[in-house]
């Protein structure tokens, strides 16, 4: 009996605006399609000259279309340093959540929900954040792509923003339509920011202005309102 992704994509859904933001902040210091240099030993991946601390997460298989964990790939092991985020997601995050995916060894990415970037990069979005990596990174080596979580300070998602914020939901609720009010909410959660919850409204206070979000009946993005300093 196929077991269901529910819990997972659900959680794929609701980071949709975080996960955006970490590749926003890494590609913002290094040009997405320039050179890299990955050590996996040491767990750095030098990207466009910039260096950053990775771990591997996991690989995507595009012949089984699959998704492997770093701790159960022969090739890496749970004993590799390369493999701690996996077995603390495996080990703490899965149990947690419900995600039993993180708990197998390996499992099918058929219903994983694509938030636009692919179903391999969903599960690296919200593991990734998980372990509290700024983002992650996908290297593609043929016959499949290996996912790092982005470890490294320098990539740490800058403060939420009433200038930002409406155009990252908007993304978002393009991306995975009908999860707006849990995007805001998660948005507003890994922020640290206390949002005002009326259901069909959410009101967002930021230290530079706030933002109020409809929500429609169907669960899309209504209309948002923004009052910034710079507008007052």
Do not use: C, K
Not at 118 to 144: L, Q
Not at 163 to 180: F, K, N, Y
């Amino acid at each position: 009996m196929r077991r269901s992704h529910d819990r997972l994509n659900e959680a794929v859904s609701a980071y949709a605006a975080v996960a955006q933001e970490g590749r926003d902040r890494l590609f913002s210091i290094a040009e997405r399609t320039a050179p890299y240099e990955l050590n996996l030993d040491d767990g750095v991946l030098v990207l466009d000259g910039h260096r950053f601390s990775v771990a591997l997460l996991g690989s995507l298989s595009r012949a089984s279309h699959t998704w492997l964990w770093a701790w159960a790939n022969p090739a890496i092991g749970p004993e590799h340093p390369a493999s701690r985020a996996s077995l603390r997601l495996r080990d703490e995050v899965g149990p947690v959540r419900g995600w039993w995916e993180l708990e197998d060894d390996a499992f099918p990415l058929d219903e994983i929900v694509d938030a636009g970037y692919g179903p391999g990069a969903s599960v690296a979005s919200v593991t990734s954040v998980a372990v509290g990596a700024g983002t992650y990174f996908g290297v593609d080596y043929g016959d499949g792509i290996a996912y790092l979580a982005v470890t490294d300070p320098s990539v740490r998602r800058p403060p939420a923003s009433a200038l930002t914020l409406p155009g990252r939901l908007r993304a978002a609720a393009a991306a995975v339509p009908g999860h707006a009010h849990a995007q805001v909410m998660t948005y507003a959660a890994e922020h640290g920011v206390a949002a005002d919850d009326h259901g069909r409204s959410v009101v967002v206070p930021l230290d530079d202005g706030v933002v109020v979000l409809e929500i429609n009946a169907d669960g899309t993005l209504g209309q948002i309102h923004a009052a910034t300093e710079q507008s007052r």
